[in-house]
């Protein structure tokens, strides 16, 4: 089966902490692909990144990185120095051939950066 | 380039009147998606079109739920008659290729009363 947990329901932490959301997925097809995307409180969905499973190589952008370990199957994000604006609920998700590529979301974990 | 283009935003209605959602894709994405949003039930895929042609519509709750898209650059889902329990944020969402990203429009909330 398919399928995204994202554990941490509701993280808070206060403004220039660095925070990391879990990210653990399930699938026993070989080639799959993962995404982060991020719904502030406006509502929109906004994507963040993709990646296949082939390249397990670590992502930075900016204040954001993402850690790919296939060995514990986990897609963690780190923010760093998080601000304000950085608030939203993040969705991890997991794209692969059994599922059609339908995207299979995790529940979203819920981020507060307070002043 | 404009992204996905959704409208109403906001759409207030009866219980039993029609509506209907609008979304434009982004130009040159061959796969369209039209997902709902609810507290209870997190993010669902309603169907999903590939060159304007529905491939999977197994989402799509009942017979009251019907999705089009006509041509390229424009797809509508419609609900007739709507429900209280149909209130949601419907989502219209493109991409280039079913296994890259999607990108989704700002969503139309729907309320039924």
């Known amino acids: 089966a398919q399928k995204v947990t994202q554990a941490q329901t509701e993280i808070s932490v206060v403004e220039k902490e660095d925070v990391t959301l879990d990210c653990v997925y399930e699938?026993?097809?070989?080639?799959?692909?993962l995404f982060w995307y991020k719904q502030p409180p406006s509502g929109e969905l906004v994507f963040l990144i993709r990646r296949n499973s082939f390249d397990e190589q670590n992502e930075i952008s900016g204040r954001y990185s993402w850690n790919f370990q296939k060995s514990t199957s986990s897609f963690n994000f780190t923010i760093t120095a998080s601000q304000v604006v950085d608030s939203a609920v993040y969705f991890c998700?997991?794209?692969?051939?059994?599922?059609?590529?339908?995207?299979?979301w995790g529940a979203g974990t819920k981020l507060i950066i307070k002043p | 380039d404009a992204g996905v283009i959704q409208s109403p935003r906001h759409e207030v209605t009866e219980m039993g009147q029609e509506v209907t959602l609008r979304c434009k894709p982004i130009s040159g994405h061959d796969y369209l998606f039209w997902y709902r949003q609810t507290m209870m039930r997190g993010l669902e895929l309603l169907i999903y079109?590939?060159?304007?042609?529905?491939?999977?519509d197994s989402g799509m709750p009942e017979d009251r739920f019907s999705a089009k898209m006509p041509n390229a650059s424009f797809s509508t889902l419609k609900i007739q008659p709507s429900e209280p329990r149909d209130s949601a944020v419907y989502f219209c969402?493109?991409?280039?290729?079913?296994?890259?990203?999607?990108?989704f429009g700002p969503g139309t909330r729907l309320t039924v009363t």
């Open positions: 079109f590939n060159n304007n042609v529905p491939i999977d």
């Open positions: 998700a997991l794209s692969a051939v059994r599922s059609n590529y339908q995207l299979i």
């Open positions: 969402a493109s991409s280039r290729l079913i296994s890259y990203e999607q990108y």
């Open positions: 699938t026993r097809d070989t080639t799959y692909y």
